[in-house]
């Protein structure tokens, strides 16, 4: 089993930024990529960024590309989110992924979870 505890969430004016961590425990060895989800209020949980953790190739949602990125510590098993230009729709509650997968192209889902952050962007 993998354990991940998610930091750094807040409330932040559009225009600023907010850098999200991860601590990732257990059985981490096995793992080959780390990512992060997040839900919107009223909608489902939507991809947004994702790392190989050993080669640290990246790959990003459309609508954050340019704005967010992701970054490791492989030494400290942590994973963190650094979002600038935030916007309103930015807002959600931001999940860490243990092993996410793709299914038809797109990431999709994610073996572990952590329990969620809330990230919320005034206008």
């Known amino acids: 089993q993998v354990q991940l505890v998610e930091s750094g969430g807040g409330l932040v004016q559009a225009g600023g930024s907010l850098r999200l961590s991860c601590a990732a425990s257990?059985?981490?060895?096995?793992?080959?990529?780390m990512g992060w989800f997040r839900q919107p209020p009223g909608k489902g949980r939507e991809f947004v960024a994702a790392?190989?953790?050993?080669?640290?190739?990246?790959d990003y949602a459309d609508s954050v590309k340019g704005r967010f990125t992701i970054s490791k510590d492989n030494a400290k098993n942590m994973v963190y989110l650094q979002m600038n230009s935030l916007k309103p729709e930015d807002t959600g509650v931001y999940f860490c992924?243990?092993?996410?997968?793709?299914?038809?192209?797109?990431?999709?889902?994610?073996?572990?979870w952590g329990q969620g952050t809330q990230v919320t962007v005034s206008s």
């Open positions: 790392i190989r953790w050993s080669t640290g190739s990246t």
């Open positions: 257990g059985r981490t060895s096995n793992i080959l990529h």
């Open positions: 992924a243990g092993d996410p997968y793709i299914r038809g192209s797109i990431w999709s889902n994610a073996n572990y």
